[in-house]
């Protein structure tokens, strides 16, 4: 009989094994995408990144992102989370991040990958496999985002799922199947509640989730806590408590996040002035614009997206 000891030695060189295995696979996947991160199968993004990425901001949907070689750091409000080649990043909920990466380079190159997660599927597991939930939420909603070991089982099913994209006649039929195993560890896992809470009808999450799915198509109107309140069903105290606990921010600090991001992205893509990218994502102030763009990318606009243009590459707007 093996003891606790022979069998976690057996599993970290199992995952030994396997990493290595998934930075081969990474490589010659990622060696011609130019940039483009999206792969035969809709739900899975695969991202190279050969040099540090500076801090960046996107909306990150929720997903499973995992890193093959390097290390990447993001930052949810004021809770920073730092993610390698032993741990995952998970996410149950859309969220505003700021990420950069470190150490990557032409020779050691940055390798990292996102599935993303559809709530309708992990609630139809939960109910056909009757997966355990828990009787009663607590009392504070936990984050939406969370970062956790690395197991076995489920880097195995991302290689399987990577192996497909070599065979993308295969894709239709084992690629979701695939994808719900990988459901299932998460879900059954010890961070599994996270998952298993936002589809829960009526929780606490859920309804967070419907709060922000408004914020994100309304974020250049102007808000009233009481209104979104009652759009989600709840009391403005309890918006306000769970929606924090959850995204680590306010509602308008949620808001002004998806404002920046937004016009960031208007501004390098479309070659749009700060002024008019400011009116155009809801600010009555292009001063108050500038003074918050800055304090949340580093530069003022106009000489932050100078030196977005010059490294000449979309992938630092993307979710890298």
Not at 56 to 67: A, D, H, K
Not at 204 to 210: E, G, M, N, T
Request: aromatic residues 8%.
């Amino acid at each position: 009989m093996k003891t606790y000891n022979q069998t976690l030695e057996q599993d970290l060189h199992s995952l030994d094994t396997l990493q290595l295995s998934l930075i081969e696979k990474m490589h010659r996947l990622t060696r011609d995408n130019r940039g483009n991160p999206t792969t035969a199968y809709p739900s899975l993004f695969l991202f190279r990144q050969e040099e540090p990425l500076e801090r960046t901001g996107y909306m990150q949907e929720p997903s499973l992102c995992l890193v093959a070689q390097g290390r990447k750091r993001v930052v949810l409000g004021e809770d920073e989370y730092i993610y390698d080649e032993h741990h995952y990043l998970l996410t149950s909920i859309d969220l505003p991040l700021l990420a950069e990466i470190f150490d990557a380079s032409p020779q050691r190159p940055y390798l990292g990958i996102t599935l993303k997660l559809e709530r309708k599927i992990i609630a139809q597991m939960m109910l056909e496999n009757e997966i355990p939930t828990t009787s009663t939420e607590s009392a504070v909603t936990d984050r939406g985002m969370l970062v956790s070991q690395l197991s076995v089982p489920i880097l195995r099913a991302i290689l399987r799922l990577l192996e497909l994209l070599d065979h993308p006649e295969d894709i239709p039929v084992l690629a979701p199947l695939i994808q719900r195993e990988i459901l299932y560890r998460l879900l059954t896992s010890e961070q599994g509640q996270r998952l298993r809470q936002i589809s829960m009808i009526g929780s606490h999450s859920q309804l967070i989730a419907r709060a922000i799915g408004w914020l994100k198509e309304n974020y250049d109107k102007t808000i009233k806590i009481d209104d979104l309140a009652a759009y989600t069903g709840m009391s403005s105290s309890s918006l306000h408590q769970h929606f924090r606990a959850m995204t680590a921010m306010s509602p308008l600090q949620f808001q002004k996040r998806l404002r920046l991001n937004e016009a960031r992205k208007i501004m390098f893509m479309e070659q749009m002035d700060a002024t008019t990218a400011a009116f155009q994502v809801g600010y009555a102030s292009p001063s108050q614009f500038s003074r918050e763009y800055s304090r949340l990318f580093g530069s003022p606009p106009s000489q932050d997206i100078k030196s977005l243009l010059e490294k000449d590459s979309l992938k630092y707007l993307t979710k890298a």
